[in-house]
């Protein structure tokens, strides 16, 4: 398998995890009027395919370790389980994000979903295998956390597509932020390993979350079809096969781009040059990747008040002192 032999290739490895994973909801963005239940099917269809060939690619070549296949065949059934269990409490924080938006708005859900998930996820995973220096990295953990708090005033200065905060959409997202912090964890004991069981490497462990997520779609984002929950009518199974060709290649694209930022996430944190604590809390920072397409791309913020744009100028730069001294934990 294929895997970074420096900081500095595991470094560029977490950059893109944050990339992808704060760029793939674009893609669903180019299917207006497609519900957002029926687009996750193609979303996991997506993730199946990308980590097949990131497997058969990049975890199959190269001298570092197992191939993928003789890897997958030898790992514990614990660790496999470990490594399932982190891709069904994903994919249900996922989900729960998602409606949690549609229900309390951006302003709500990425402060407290997010917010949470951070704190949540940066001291769990530490606890586990703390590596790096804890000063400079929950020191960057609090500054990302402040830069998701003035993205979320920015949108609230905005104005456009203000929602009223409901304790439904809190609860969603207190829900989303602890499941979603929690995930993390598993995925790190997996690639870790447990006393007396060689540990299996990312590229198998990427394929076993991944067959978490795939399964636990069919009873959580098929109960949120017939239960929405965020109000609006049920979804019919029909609408699927309605849809625009484009519309579906829409969601497998955004599902193989996340699992590229999942896998590559995974192979740093693998490599063991970093620990998963660094390697989740700089992967959370797509949260301000989402917000750059927001700014430039989508132009959300066209017409918006002077101090949203100040709002918005200042999480960049909280942003970038965060990103910076989580980047340099494991180096002090």
Request: glycine residues 12%.
């Amino acid at each position: 398998m294929l895997l970074p032999h420096t900081y500095a290739a595991a470094l560029a490895l977490m950059i893109l995890t944050m990339l992808c994973w704060g760029s793939w909801a674009n893609t669903l963005k180019l299917c207006p009027g497609y519900r957002f239940q029926l687009f996750y099917w193609d979303y996991t269809i997506g993730m199946a395919l990308a980590v097949l060939a990131l497997g058969f690619t990049a975890g199959t070549l190269g001298h570092a370790g197992l191939p993928l296949v003789a890897d997958a065949a030898r790992t514990a059934p614990i660790l496999i389980l470990y490594a399932v269990i982190g891709g069904a409490v994903f994919n249900v924080a996922n989900l729960l994000l998602v409606n949690a938006i549609d229900v309390a708005g951006l302003a709500v859900a990425f402060p407290v979903g997010i917010g949470l998930a951070l704190v949540i996820g940066a001291v769990s995973n530490y606890v586990i295998t703390p590596v790096g220096n804890p000063l400079l990295l929950f020191a960057g953990v609090a500054l990302v956390a402040v830069a998701i708090l003035l993205d979320a005033a920015a949108y609230r200065k905005r104005g456009k597509d203000a929602k009223v905060t409901t304790t439904r959409g809190i609860v969603l997202s207190l829900v989303c932020g602890v499941l979603m912090g929690c995930f993390y964890p598993f995925v790190a004991r997996a690639l870790n390993g447990v006393p007396g069981q060689t540990p299996p490497g990312p590229y198998a462990v990427s394929l076993f979350f991944t067959l978490g997520l795939v399964v636990s779609s069919f009873p959580a984002n098929w109960f949120l079809m017939v239960k929405p929950l965020d109000g609006k009518p049920r979804v019919e199974g029909a609408g699927y096969a309605r849809a625009r060709f484009g519309w579906h290649a829409a969601g497998i694209l955004g599902g193989a781009i996340w699992c590229v930022g999942g896998v590559s996430n995974f192979v740093a944190s693998g490599a063991h040059l970093v620990g998963p604590a660094v390697s989740y809390t700089i992967g959370q920072g797509a949260t301000m990747v989402s917000a750059l397409w927001g700014v430039f791309v989508w132009r959300e913020f066209a017409g918006a008040p002077g101090a949203a744009r100040w709002l918005l100028f200042f999480m960049f730069v909280f942003f970038l002192l965060g990103l910076g001294a989580v980047a340099l934990a494991p180096l002090y």
